[in-house]
């Protein structure tokens, strides 16, 4: 081949893998449609609803483990009470995901300490922690954009940290080691481009949330009415367009106390996800003077779900203030970025 036609054939090449990273970044950012102006300070509909491909599911412990994966998302991250837009990154292949539930009861397992290592024939794409996050058709879940090397096939391992919770009832004792599990990831840049994609263009921006995503191999992290809750519900509140449930129970396995047992349900409104990794403080006053004041703990249980809870004994009558000290520590997706910020005290009154 004389240089004319080598450079000519290279110039070819070259047109066409141009052609065909042009052609995939037009694809997702067709899958990333602008944000809405005007967002609400609260919950609003996407603008868009998109599928994802399941992995499979493993065995790590007390735990067990789904893997899935979606197109590049756009998302927010966390920092004290100010969120970070993370941006689509040319780099990125996939938006991996993982879910994480008790395998007796199904309940997912809000976790901040998920890590994930992909690899293929010995070299490392990923090595880092998953942020956790919360989207309107997964709920609860740990995930991240990633970059990989084209189709393959890869080895994905997932690490789950300890609780951070305290755990009661059934699950005392649980989710307490460093677990494992391994999947085989086979991937494929067409199995992504055949993912079901809908444009919400009537509904975006408004107050609302998408359904939960109907997932078969997965469960979903939604927490009961408040009338389907264990004890003796005493009060709802709402701020920063979260809800909060004020429940009474006999102390849950795990609890020392006389007394009877406060918890506290913090969910997002329409599907009512847990809000985890949030600070949330109470004080209980009765005929006048303190019957209790201090932090409510973070509590996993199997009854009342992930929830923040003290041996504080409330009765009917007592006026309760509730003082949201640290926002939910989880990366949004579109529609949860703009809420769960700004709380303002709740004031009660108790009565069952």
């Known amino acids: 081949m004389d240089r004319r036609a080598f450079l000519a054939a290279g110039a070819a090449a070259a047109a066409t893998g141009t052609a065909g990273c042009r052609s995939l970044f ?3 950012s067709a899958r990333s449609p602008p944000l809405v102006d005007d967002r609400p300070d609260a919950v609003y509909v996407p603008t868009h ?4 491909s399941m992995v499979g599911t493993a065995e790590a412990g007390d735990y067990r483990v789904g893997l899935t994966y979606s197109f590049p998302h756009r998302f927010w991250t966390v920092d004290a009470d100010r969120t970070n837009k993370v941006e689509i990154q040319g780099s990125n292949s996939a938006h991996l995901m993982g879910t994480v539930w008790d395998p007796e009861t199904g309940t997912v397992v809000p976790n901040s300490s998920v890590e994930a290592t992909v690899t293929r024939d010995g070299e490392t794409f990923v090595d880092r922690g998953l942020w956790p996050m919360l989207s309107q058709n997964m709920g609860v879940h740990a995930g991240d954009n990633v970059g990989l090397d084209g189709d393959g096939t890869y080895e994905v391992t997932y690490d789950i940290g300890p609780l951070s919770a305290r755990t009661t009832g059934a699950f005392a004792g649980k989710f307490g080691e460093l677990e494992s ?3 085989t990831l086979e991937f494929e840049e067409s199995t992504l481009q055949n993912l079901p994609f809908e444009r919400l263009t009537d509904r ?4 609302g949330a998408v359904d939960p995503m109907d997932m078969e191999m997965l469960p979903v992290a939604q927490l009961p009415e408040p009338g389907g809750m264990p ?10 367009d979260a809800r909060f449930v004020v429940v009474r129970t006999d102390p849950p396995t795990g609890v020392e106390s006389d007394g009877s047992y406060l918890a506290v349900s913090a969910r997002t409104p329409y599907n009512r996800y847990p809000l985890p990794f949030m600070a949330l403080s109470a004080t209980l006053t009765r005929d006048g003077e303190s019957a209790f004041e201090g932090a409510l703990q973070p509590t996993f249980d199997p009854d009342l779900g992930y929830h ?3 041996a504080a004994d409330p009765r009917d009558g007592d006026d309760l203030r509730l003082v949201v000290d640290g926002v939910p520590q989880l990366a949004r997706h579109e529609g949860y970025e703009t809420a769960f910020l700004d709380f303002d005290p709740m004031d009660l009154t108790l009565s069952g």
């Open 231 to 240: 004890g003796t519900v005493l009060a709802t509140g709402e701020s920063g």
């Open 308 to 310: 923040y809870g003290a």
């Open 26 to 28: 037009e694809t997702r």
């Open 181 to 183: 599990a391994t999947f």
């Open 49 to 52: 609803t998109e599928g994802m």
């Open 204 to 207: 975006e921006g408004d107050p």
